[in-house]
Structure formats: structure tokens, C-alpha cells
């Protein structure tokens, strides 16, 4: 199971970190996945984090702007995310991807993932 928190209202050009608690040992297999969903558009890939820690992938929208890690310690996975703007708002989803390595596009898709946390709503106003 995973449970995505740390979603809430932010001003322009601020910060938020969520968290995503995830079950399990197997925890440190995963790949772990950030997506959003804004109103009326599809899911999108924003980032992820190999088993380790040691490879992240972004979407060109966030990067510079956002930064994944993990813990696998505590079975956790962040979202730093700086400098927001308006168009960031959306529901944030973190994944995990069974399949423990990243080729093609499978970390990019929603359909390269297994499991999805509920969601946690992030609202930028102007």
C-alpha cells in the first residue's frame, strides 16, 4: 500500500515536500514513481528514483524545479517541489514498479507501474 501526504495550498514561488509511506519489505526493490493528474488532463509522469536512490528520471517540465529521493530505510519516497507555479497544480500520485530497473519508457508510463497511493491534492495560486 502506498499513502501519499503533504499536498495543500501555496502561493506562487513557494515550496512543498510531499511523502509517500509505503508497506512492505520489499520496499527497496521498487521503483518509485511520482505522477499528476490536473482537472481535465490525463496523468502525467513527473519523476522517479531507481532501487537505490542513485538514478533519478524527471519530466523536462519539473526539472531544476522538483527533486525525488527515497528513504528506504523507512519505506519512504519524497517530492521536494521549489519555485511552484500556478500550472503545477494537480493531484499528486506516487507508484511503485514492481519491475526494479527502468528501460524503454516503462518508468515514464502509467502503465509501467503497479501500485498508486490515493493521491494528495497540490494547489499553486497566483
Known amino acids: 500500500q502506498l499513502q501519499a501526504s503533504g499536498g495543500g495550498l501555496v502561493q506562487a514561488g513557494g515550496s512543498l515536500r510531499l511523502s509517500c509511506a509505503a508497506s512492505?519489505?520489499?520496499?527497496?526493490?521498487?521503483?518509485m514513481g511520482w505522477f499528476r493528474q490536473a482537472p481535465g488532463k490525463e496523468r502525467e509522469f513527473v519523476a522517479a528514483?531507481?532501487?537505490?536512490?542513485?538514478?533519478?528520471y524527471y519530466a523536462d517540465s519539473v526539472k531544476g524545479q522538483f527533486t525525488i529521493s527515497r528513504d528506504n530505510a523507512k519505506n519512504m519516497v519524497y517530492l521536494q517541489m521549489s519555485s511552484l507555479k500556478p500550472e503545477d497544480t494537480a493531484v499528486y500520485y506516487c507508484?511503485?514498479?514492481?519491475?526494479?530497473?527502468?528501460?524503454?519508457?516503462?518508468?515514464?508510463?502509467?502503465?509501467?507501474?503497479?501500485?498508486w497511493g490515493q493521491g494528495t491534492l497540490v494547489t499553486v495560486s497566483s
Open positions: 512492505g519489505r520489499i520496499f527497496s526493490t521498487y521503483v
Open positions: 528514483i531507481n532501487r537505490s536512490g542513485g538514478t533519478t
Open positions: 507508484a511503485a514498479r514492481r519491475l526494479g530497473y527502468c528501460s524503454g519508457s516503462g518508468c515514464y508510463d502509467v502503465g509501467g507501474y503497479d501500485a
